[in-house]
């Protein structure tokens, strides 16, 4: 699952992203507003995590901007803004949780959990492809009767394709949602991810389990 963690403080938002990635979620960090909303076009996201005090605006406007555009994903503000009516007003524009900064990173993954399991319910938490099982709550995939071990990053190329099953994703797509920015397309990282998947589903050989678009990418057909 993804999450869009908006805040400018950078010690702050390193701990929170190296938290989640450290419990299987994959992170996008967006500094300011317009990145925030550049991000938030691309789609895809699960939960955001929102500071209200931003260099380039206020975090209260952006998510009002949000909710009036017909943005529903969960918003978890998280703000050294603690007054009551900071946190009222927070909640009637259209904040699903809020938390006052200092934080406890446990009790962070808690609320987010709580957030994902909500939007679950209107949401498939459970993908299954050939015989394959992949529950994106309890992060776990298995194959029959037996259960597959992933690493966070075989389980995130998994669950892309999965959930993009018939599209054919580009290498920058994937690198793009799975790794950093900077992530190098030329390398053949992405090539060993795939193989390694491929291995661990031996029965599924013909067709292949993901198919290769030499020059193109990769999908489950």
Known sequence: ???????????????????????????????????????????????????LGLPDGDGLDLLRDWRTCGFNEPVLILSARDSLDDRVKGLNIGADDYLPKPFSFTELLARARSQLRRSSQVRQS?????????????????????SIDLTNREFALLEILLQNKGRVLTRTQIGEKIWDAHYDMQSNLIDVYVRKLRNMFPEHKDPPLIKTLRGVGYSIP
């Open 1 to 51: 699952m993804r999450i869009l963690i908006v805040e400018d403080e950078i010690k702050v938002a390193r701990f929170i992203e190296n938290g989640l990635r450290e419990n299987a979620y994959t992170t996008k960090w967006a500094k300011n507003c317009v990145e925030a909303n550049d991000y938030l076009a691309e789609g895809g996201y699960d939960l955001i995590i929102l500071d």
């Open 126 to 146: 459970v993908l299954e492809y050939r015989g394959i099982k992949m529950d994106l709550l309890a992060h776990t995939v298995s194959y029959g009767d037996r």
